[in-house]
């Protein structure tokens, strides 16, 4: 294990690896809101420990305060009933700026988890679901190069599962990306898109790859059918990473389901010595871990990730007998 500060290079040209137009973006937004621009800011001096081997997995744990009001967020239909929604409009702070994209806004996230952190939520209030959004998602990963676009699902860390919504942040920022990357022979160009799973990992996932978001979208809503769902009505349980690979073909699109078993480890608490404020959504199954607690961060150990792991994710093995019936 070792320990140390956040990375965040302090060089001037193209430092975060992304879109030049969305760098303006973020100097533009943090110009006019100096709280999300001290939260950006802070990550410089966020502490970091990571931990090698965790299966294929170099796994990485951030304590992050400031994302507490994530972790700890109440999703029950009442609490949500009872509060304005952040990501309409007219509820968000005056300095707040978006970009239209479709149907979609692009926001600076204020609570950021990586050096440079969006929110794209849908322009309409409408319930978080997947269904019929991964082209989207596919399209906003072309655009948004060098970041990773991710999905979490109502009952796997999303903090407004009234609102769709769609995050992205610094791909070269998660593990897991850069693993798969490495594992991966690019598909030619003219191929059709494929699915697979990666063996060796603390958890199951599968990956969809391919040129056409449109094809992409085929191969996982073949997926999506046959996922269990928690209740009459739901959505199956997954996070989801999309990302172009960084070196890869132009035009290649991948895209990393992780299909959940629970939206909380069963320690899940934020009182008494035995409960962990953790609430594991994309950013930890993409190999980061946020604790929002100090206490949290000084006692976690790569069992404790694997526990919670193999409590709230499928397997290997169960992945890939999906995928064997698809």
């Known amino acids: 294990m070792s320990q140390g500060k956040a990375a965040t290079s302090m060089n001037t040209e193209n430092k975060y690896n992304i879109a030049p137009a969305t760098e303006e973006f973020f100097v533009r937004q943090l110009a006019l809101w100096p709280m999300a621009a001290a ?5 410089e ?3 970091v420990k990571t931990f090698p081997g965790v299966g294929l997995l ?10 507490r009001v994530s972790s700890a967020a109440k999703v029950d239909a009442a609490s949500l009933k009872a509060r304005k929604c952040f990501l309409c409009g007219e509820n968000r702070p005056a300095e707040q700026i978006a970009e239209e994209r479709g149907r979609y806004e692009i ?26 959004r991964v082209e989207d998602m596919c ?28 995050q992205a942040g610094n791909t070269d920022f998660l593990p897991l990306p850069g693993l798969i990357d490495s594992l991966a022979d690019a598909p030619e160009k003219g191929e059709s898109a494929r699915i697979w799973t990666v063996k060796g990992l603390p958890m199951g996932v599968a990956v969809i790859e391919g040129y056409e978001p449109k094809e992409i979208a085929s191969i996982f809503e073949a997926l999506y059918a046959s996922l ?33 078993k629970k939206h909380r480890p069963s320690f899940y608490g934020t009182e008494g010595g035995e409960c962990w404020l953790i609430s594991p959504a994309s950013v930890d199954m993409g190999g980061v871990f946020i604790t929002p607690r100090e206490e949290d961060f000084a006692r976690i150990d790569a069992g404790t990730m694997r526990s919670i792991l193999d409590e709230v994710c499928m ?12």
Do not use: W
Not at 111 to 126: S, V, Y
């Open 139 to 166: 399209r906003l990963a072309l655009e948004l190069k060098g970041m990773t676009v991710f999905y979490n699902g109502p009952r796997c860390g999303a903090s407004a599962p009234d609102h769709m919504h769609f």
């Open 39 to 43: 939260n950006f800011k802070a990550l």
């Open 107 to 132: 926001l600076i996230n204020p609570f950021p988890i990586f050096p440079r952190h969006l929110t794209i939520p849908d322009r309409k209030h409408t319930d978080q679901r997947i269904e019929g």
């Open 228 to 260: 269990p769902v928690p209740a009459p009505g739901e959505e199956p349980m997954m996070n989801i990473l999309c990302y172009t690979p960084a070196g890869g073909p132009a035009g290649l699109v991948r895209l990393v389901v992780i299909p959940r």
């Open 58 to 67: 170099d796994m990485k744990v951030q304590f992050n305060p400031a994302r």
């Open 315 to 326: 397997t290997t093995a169960e992945v890939e007998d999906l995928i064997d019936k698809l």
């Open 45 to 47: 001096g966020v502490e």
